[in-house]
């Protein structure tokens, strides 16, 4: 599946769990690591947990493989890996310190 149809079913799971400050970034051209971030923001430790989950359940229903996964355990910045498509997960205190957002300030976002 093209990452920027994985991006749009991992928005829809965060969507439903309530993720906040949801972004999709665009960073074909920008970026060898991945075509696609998608960034979010969690209230608690459940509360990311939860929305990992429901990405990776959801994904995996799509035949989209998770690649790696870190963070799990201390949840403040959870990251999936799901080859070109990279989801950050992040408490509100982590996001604002490494600054995701930022970094790819360049990258489009995608509707």
Known sequence: MDA?????IAQEALEDKLGQDIRVL????????ADCF????????NHLRGMADEIVRKLTLEDVKLHHSEGYSGATWILLDFGNLLIH???KEQR???G????WSDAKDVK
């Not at 960073?27 to 060898?32: D, E, P, Q, V």
């Not at 998608?38 to 430790?45: D, E, T």
């Open 4 to 8: 920027m149809k994985a991006a749009k």
């Open 26 to 33: 665009d960073l074909r051209g920008l970026s060898n690591i």
């Open 38 to 45: 998608v960034i979010a923001s969690g209230n608690n430790v």
């Open 89 to 91: 997960l992040f408490n």
């Open 96 to 98: 604002d310190f490494y």
């Open 100 to 103: 995701l957002d930022h970094v």
